[in-house]
């Protein structure tokens, strides 16, 4: 499972630092291959001697080579790495990580990463409880590193506690059951960069108030998780929702209204090889938004709304002929002949239909039942699925239009 994998350590000023070469070892062992980088502190509990010759590879501690003035881009070790392992993680360099501060290789490289980032605490129990330190958990597990667990147990100060730095073997079936989750495999779309616009919108009527749909998100976030395991790389634009993609792979843009969500899209999709349009986008939103919240009063009160963009329309607009765009249509009535419109309305390759008056489909639900027309006339009809079955049969179908 790790054969193969290319793994970034970075090992911080730890007590448990002297577990980080066994790790190092069984991951070497395991066929992965390893590089180091060590924060200066992390060096008065081991040589970077030791690490470089348990990992094969010279141990990065700064930003260059102070003999030779080589520079060592943090930016390469994050496009080189599958995974940047950070453990042990001090509550010094955790506190860092939320907070930007870049005073080191190891801090500079995870600013940087692009590859997904998992973390492994170790620190004594009284700390490892304290609000800030759980603050700044929080704040890196919303930026979606990978958290790994700290357990309770004897720690180096002879208290007992959570706070224990993981053992090398729990990290490895860590590390492993991240790798299951996303199997690499040969399909047409690894590789590909995929947009996905994802969940409602919300256009604000004052600082309370807004308009808003029932969408869940759930479908664009399968549609997402299926596109990484695939082997795609996808930028995920995600409406108001308490729906998580699986922290890792998934570059995430948290958006609240339509006019943020088409701006990221605009800005993305001149690097997209396909773009799926998954968002229940508001039509309309209110003209002007009242800055303090409006009072009830005995008078009828009237909003006026302006119609938003067209992101899929914007989009179908900008398409150069090697782009895909795929669309969506939740329809009420006429649902085919409604559904073709839009497609053609908008330049779309392919449209996924869901009508409102199937049964357990649609807003909410963990199952949909769609129908497939593309821009050649065919139309294929799918029974009622779970939203990640669906999601492997729209991009199954996406596969043959590649
Ligand atoms: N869409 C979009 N931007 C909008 C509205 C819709 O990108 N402002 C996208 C949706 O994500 C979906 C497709 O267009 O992929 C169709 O959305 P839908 O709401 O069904 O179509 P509308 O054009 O809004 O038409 P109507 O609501 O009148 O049926």
Request: hydrophobic share 40%; aromatic share 6%.
């Amino acid at each position: 499972m790790l054969k193969g994998k290319r793994i970034l350590l970075g090992v911080t000023g730890s007590i448990a630092a002297y577990k980080s070469v066994w790790l190092v070892r069984s991951l070497v062992k395991e066929g992965a291959e390893v590089k180091v980088i060590m924060t200066p502190s992390a060096t008065d509990f081991i040589t970077p001697l030791t690490l470089s010759v348990v990992s094969g590879n010279p141990v990065y501690l700064k930003p260059y080579n102070p003999d030779t003035g080589e520079w060592h881009s943090h930016i390469d070790l994050g496009f080189w790495a599958d995974i940047f392992l950070i453990g042990p993680a001090t509550a010094n360099t955790i506190g860092k990580m939320a907070h930007g501060v870049a005073d080191n290789l190891l801090l500079t490289t995870y600013l940087s990463a692009r590859c997904p980032v998992m973390v492994a605490p170790a620190m004594d129990v009284d700390m490892f409880r304290s609000k800030p330190h759980q603050d700044n958990l929080k704040i890196l597990a919303e930026r979606n590193c990978i958290i790994l667990n700290s357990p309770e147990g004897d720690l180096a100060s002879g208290l007992t506690g959570e706070g224990r730095f993981l053992e090398p073997e729990e990290i490895i079936y860590e590390l492993k059951n991240y790798f299951a989750r996303f199997p690499e495999k040969k399909t047409k779309i690894a590789g590909k960069k995929i947009l996905i616009t994802a969940g409602p919108t919300f256009e604000p009527i004052d600082p309370v108030r807004y308009i808003g749909n029932h969408s869940s998100g759930k479908m664009g976030v399968a549609l997402a998780e299926k596109a990484v395991q695939m082997g795609a790389e996808v930028v995920l634009i995600l409406g108001p929702t308490s729906v998580k993609p699986v922290p890792g792979k998934i570059e995430v843009i948290h958006v609240t209204t339509a006019e943020e969500m088409y701006k990221a899209a605009k800005t993305h999709f001149p690097v997209t090889d396909i773009a799926i349009m998954a968002a229940a986008v508001a039509d309309f939103t209110p003209t002007e938004t009242f800055n303090r919240k409006v009072k009830r009063g005995k008078e009828d009160l009237v909003l006026r709304l302006k119609p938003t963009r067209d992101i899929a329309a914007m989009l179908g607009k900008q398409k150069h002929t090697n782009q895909l765009i795929v669309g969506f249509a939740l329809e009420s009535n006429d649902e085919i002949e409604n559904a073709r419109k839009k497609l053609v309305r908008k330049n779309l390759d392919f449209i996924v239909l869901n009508s409102l008056n199937d049964d357990q489909a649609g807003f909410g639900y963990d199952t949909n039942k769609i129908t497939i027309l593309d821009k050649s006339g065919n139309q294929k009809e799918y029974p009622l699925k779970s939203k990640s079955e669906v999601a492997g049969d729209i991009l199954s179908y996406l596969q043959e239009q590649i």
